[in-house]
């Protein structure tokens, strides 16, 4: 099984300001796959950002993008030029190539200060 | 052209009753799920179908059944309902290689009085 970690439940950011949401991981799987999602206050559960574990390059969405720390088993995703859409509820998920399950950390609440 | 659709998106309703939330995806998935999100936001998946059949059921009363008429489609019936139940369900589908993102409803937020 695979555990996921996220250690802020709660984060406030400037508009325009960058901030980093943290998560961490366990797993004994050599290949597996790690994602952030969003859930804004209309309760969607929208992807935000996807890595491979076997890819060393940080996966990079526009203002979104990860800093993949394979060995310390850590995931963070950095939001660049913070906007009030951003204000949302933040997920990073973790998912083995062996099976179908998503292990969901709890979550972190950003807030955007404007 | 939503891709997963559940139904209904809000239902209230009373201890002991039963009912049903509906998810279908046109999205041509090969693996569906069912996760309650607590009042604390907290995911659990509950249930994952793949081509309608059962590979996770995690500790869930069995007062939920999950069923599958066909892949596009899974069904959560949940049997005398209580207090505890109260929770917002999502239904989600990917296609079975993990890579792949899971694309999630709108969630249906059942309300037990």
């Known amino acids: 099984a695979q555990t996921v970690t996220q250690s802020q439940p709660e984060m406030s950011v400037q508009e325009a300001e960058t901030v980093t949401l943290s998560c961490t991981y366990d797993?004994?799987?050599?290949?597996?796959?790690l994602f952030w999602y969003k859930q804004p206050p209309s309760r969607q559960m929208i992807l935000v950002i996807r890595?491979?574990?076997?890819?060393?390059q940080n996966a990079t969405e526009n203002r979104f993008s990860v800093n993949f720390q394979k060995a310390a088993k850590s995931f963070s995703l950095k939001i660049s030029d913070s906007q009030l859409g951003d204000a949302a509820m933040y997920f990073c998920?973790?998912?083995?190539?062996?099976?179908?399950?998503?292990?969901f950390g709890t979550g972190t609440s950003l807030t955007v200060i404007p | 052209d939503t891709a997963v659709s559940q139904t209904p998106k809000y239902l209230v309703t009373q201890m002991g009753n039963d009912k049903s939330i509906k998810c279908e995806q046109n999205?041509?998935?090969?693996?569906m799920y069912w996760y309650k999100q607590d009042s604390k936001k907290f995911l659990k998946i509950m249930f994952s179908y793949n081509n309608k059949e059962l590979i996770i059921n995690e500790t869930v009363p069995n007062r939920f059944s999950p069923k599958s008429p066909d892949k596009a489609h899974l069904n959560l019936h949940i049997n005398s309902l209580e207090l505890g139940d109260s929770a917002v369900y999502f239904c989600?589908?990917?296609?079975?290689?993990?890579?792949?993102?899971?694309?999630f409803g709108d969630g249906t937020r059942l309300s037990i009085l």
């Open positions: 890595q491979e574990a076997y890819k060393q």
């Open positions: 797993t004994s799987e050599s290949d597996y796959y």
């Open positions: 989600a589908s990917s296609q079975r290689a993990s890579n792949q993102p899971q694309h």
């Open positions: 998920a973790s998912a083995s190539n062996t099976g179908n399950q998503f292990y």
């Open positions: 999205l041509g998935h090969d693996t």
